[in-house]
């Protein structure tokens, strides 16, 4: 005899047990492989994100100490020729001086070097702008009047750049000086 569907089913669910425990595990082991591959892609990617952070850093560490060196090489050339023994040379020198001093890549302590140079060059800071002439600009055949006192404007010029910057008080007098146009 045939059974009729009814009692086929109610067979079929009389002879059904409870799931076994490894079966359970079975059942959802395609649902812990995704959730595995998520995390592991969301670790990935936060890695990623991290390194990448992490280069940026790095390189745009790496500009500015480029920038810093190439901002120090120029000073020191500006600094020989502030030292040197002509006044047109000095002039030059002072002059770059005062445009480097401007720049962001100069910090305090350099900005403090730059203000020892340039005291170097002038004697006496009270005495700017009344010091006398000096004689090698007129040894080249060149005004020493006119020299010596480019030297001065230029000087003035780094001392009102650096007492801006280091937070200072300029005296009116060498704001004037450093106003003045000696070319």
Do not use: C
């Amino acid at each position: 005899m045939t059974p009729s569907p009814a009692t086929a089913a109610s067979t079929l669910v009389a002879q059904s047990a409870p799931a076994q425990w490894w079966e359970i595990v079975a059942a959802l082991g395609p649902l812990a492989v995704l959730l595995a591959a998520v995390a592991a892609a969301v670790v990935g990617l936060l890695t990623l994100r991290q390194k990448a952070q992490a280069d940026a850093f790095a390189l745009a560490q790496k500009s500015e100490a480029d920038s810093r060196s190439e901002w120090w090489r120029r000073t020191q050339w500006a600094m020989d020729r502030a030292l040197g023994s002509e006044d047109d040379v000095k002039a030059l020198g002072l002059a770059a001086l005062s445009v480097l001093s401007e720049s962001e890549l100069a910090r305090e302590e350099e900005l403090r070097l730059l203000d020892i140079a340039w005291k170097s060059v002038i004697e006496r800071d009270e005495d700017l702008e009344v010091r006398p002439a000096r004689t090698s600009a007129a040894k080249i055949g060149v005004s020493a009047q006119g020299s010596d006192q480019r030297v001065r404007a230029a000087a003035a010029k780094l001392r009102v750049a650096l007492d801006r910057r280091l937070g200072r008080h300029t005296p009116k007098s060498i704001k004037d000086l450093a106003e003045q146009d000696f070319r």
